[in-house]
């Protein structure tokens, strides 16, 4: 864990000094942030209840905000301006996934997801999005349990997939039915920082177990959609879409536990997929 800890202050302090030296800071966001909400009143609003749609890539990028925003707090003795909270990682990986045309529909059968027809479509098909679906609408649901969030569980509710809805939960008791061991991880981890002992390694080391434990179920339960990483691994010879420091901690911790969960890569295919994409330009491959 010390050797864990000493890489992620190195990853963050690249990415602080990205931060400092960018012209452009709006450029180092993920795809769509400033228009993306960071409150739960900014989603639309249908017989009393907020209506989230983690299909939509705003809406699910939505659900980082909030838990970035309302987290601020406990990682500010970490460094100014929010820029050394660990949950960074989760929505840059999702921006990376989505500039790299992983969220797309992979099958060809929709538009979900092409440039020119529904760029915001985020689709059940992909393997990625499914397995990120437990990287966020899960710390966002353990979040709101935990009571860290000031938002009550009656406030909102999350639609289902256009299939395959069993597959996946929606709502703090359901999802703790399906899923516990990554509710409790997740919920472990916002108990913890809320600790006024809580220190870094303390933080890493949960969201550790958290974010490995989200992994777990989604790779056993969408093996039937594991060959499209190794497609991935094939399409795309001449990316030129690199990865931030932030996000290459949460791409390899993903890659490595797919890898030693489901042996979907070996090593070098794994080392070698990170710097890759699986399209060069998602507008033009549409069906």
Same mark, same amino acid.
């Given at each position: 864990?010390?050797?864990?800890?000493?890489?992620?202050?190195?990853?963050?302090?690249?990415?602080?000094?990205?931060?400092? *030296?960018?012209?452009?800071?709006?450029?180092?966001?993920?795809?769509?942030? !400033?228009?993306?909400?960071? !409150?739960?009143?900014?989603?639309?609003?249908?017989?009393?209840?907020?209506?989230?749609?983690?299909?939509?890539?705003?809406?699910?990028?939505?659900?980082?905000?909030?838990?970035?925003?309302?987290?601020?707090?406990?990682?500010?003795?970490?460094?100014?301006?929010?820029?050394?909270?660990?949950?960074?990682?989760?929505?840059?990986? /999702?921006?990376?996934?989505?500039?790299?045309?992983?969220?797309?529909?992979?099958?060809?059968?929709?538009?979900?997801?092409?440039?020119?027809?529904?760029?915001?479509?985020?689709?059940?098909?992909?393997?990625?999005?499914?397995?990120?679906?437990?990287?966020?609408?899960?710390? /966002?649901?353990?979040?709101?349990?935990?009571?860290?969030?000031?938002?009550?569980?009656?406030?909102?509710?999350?639609?289902?997939?256009?299939?395959?809805?069993?597959?996946?939960?929606?709502?703090?008791?359901?999802?703790?039915?399906?899923?516990?061991?990554?509710?409790?991880?997740?919920?472990?981890?916002?108990?913890?920082?809320?600790?006024?002992?809580?220190?870094?390694?303390?933080?890493?080391?949960?969201?550790?177990?958290?974010?490995?434990?989200?992994?777990?179920?989604? @790779?056993?339960?969408?093996?039937?959609?594991?060959?499209?990483?190794?497609?991935?691994?094939?399409?795309?010879?001449?990316?030129? *879409?690199?990865?931030?420091?932030?996000?290459?901690?949460?791409?390899?911790?993903?890659?490595?536990?797919?890898?030693?969960?489901?042996? @979907?890569?070996?090593?070098? !295919?794994?080392?070698?997929?990170?710097?890759?994409?699986?399209?060069?330009?998602?507008?033009? *491959?549409?069906?």
């Amino acid at each position: 864990m010390a050797v864990l800890a000493s890489w992620v202050w190195v990853l963050i302090g690249y990415l602080s000094a990205a931060v400092a *030296e960018n012209s452009n800071p709006s450029s180092l966001y993920p795809p769509f942030w !400033e228009d993306t909400s960071g !409150e739960i009143s900014g989603f639309a609003l249908e017989d009393g209840k907020y209506i989230i749609n983690p299909w939509v890539f705003t809406d699910r990028m939505g659900l980082y905000k909030i838990l970035l925003s309302k987290t601020a707090p406990y990682f500010a003795k970490y460094g100014p301006e929010n820029e050394q909270n660990l949950l960074w990682g989760l929505p840059m990986q /999702f921006g990376w996934q989505y500039r790299t045309g992983r969220l797309v529909d992979p099958t060809g059968r929709t538009t979900c997801g092409y440039k020119t027809f529904d760029e915001l479509c985020v689709s059940v098909d992909s393997w990625w999005a499914d397995v990120n679906y437990f990287l966020s609408v899960l710390p /966002f649901l353990a979040a709101v349990d935990s009571g860290i969030l000031g938002i009550s569980s009656d406030e909102f509710t999350i639609l289902p997939p256009p299939l395959d809805e069993s597959r996946f939960c929606y709502n703090v008791s359901d999802c703790k039915k399906l899923v516990g061991e990554i509710m409790d991880s997740w919920t472990t981890f916002f108990q913890y920082m809320q600790l006024p002992s809580s220190d870094f390694d303390g933080l890493l080391q949960h969201l550790w177990a958290a974010h490995t434990a989200s992994l777990e179920y989604p @790779i056993s339960v969408f093996a039937d959609r594991r060959q499209e990483v190794m497609d991935t691994i094939e399409i795309d010879k001449s990316s030129t *879409e690199p990865l931030n420091a932030t996000t290459l901690f949460l791409t390899v911790l993903s890659v490595v536990t797919v890898q030693s969960k489901a042996s @979907i890569l070996d090593t070098s !295919e794994a080392v070698e997929a990170i710097d890759r994409t699986p399209y060069e330009d998602p507008d033009t *491959e549409a069906p």
